[in-house]
Nanobody, 121 residues
Framework: QLVESGGGLVQPGGSLRLSCAAS????????MGWFRQAPGKEREGIAF????????HYAGSVTGRFTISQDNAKNTLYLQMNSLSPEDTAMYYC?????????????????WGQGTQVTGS
């Protein structure tokens, strides 16, 4: 199970930190990802953390502004979001693809959280 929290309303240029608490599996043993879906748009992957926590990659739209990280002791994934703009308004989800060394895509992820709403005013 994945449970996100930390969304909200934020002023342009502001910051938020999203959390994703994992239970039922160890999140640091699979590639974890953050996705977002804006109204009328497809769900897109924006940040990924490979097993072991060392390798990350980001979508171009968030590179330099968002940072994915993980607290293994808490089995929790984070997304630090800085310099937010109205274009970042979306529902944000964490997801993973268990029993695979590959990072999840929107089609291949088999564990999803319920999502947390981020709104840039």
């Amino acid at each position: 199970q994945l449970v996100e929290s930390g969304g909200g309303l934020v002023q342009p240029g502001g910051s938020l930190r999203l959390s994703c608490a994992a239970s039922g599996f160890t999140s640091f043993s699979t590639c974890m990802g953050w996705f977002r879906q804006a109204p009328g748009k497809e769900r897109e992957g924006i940040a990924f953390l490979h097993p072991g926590g060392g390798l990350t990659h980001y979508a171009g739209s968030v590179t330099g502004r968002f940072t994915i990280s993980q607290d293994n002791a808490k089995n929790t994934l984070y997304l630090q979001m800085n310099s937010l703009s109205p274009e970042d308004t979306a529902m944000y989800y964490c997801a993973t693809r268990t029993f695979s060394s590959l990072c999840p895509t929107a089609a291949s992820a088999n564990y999803w959280g319920q999502g947390t709403q981020v709104t840039g005013s």
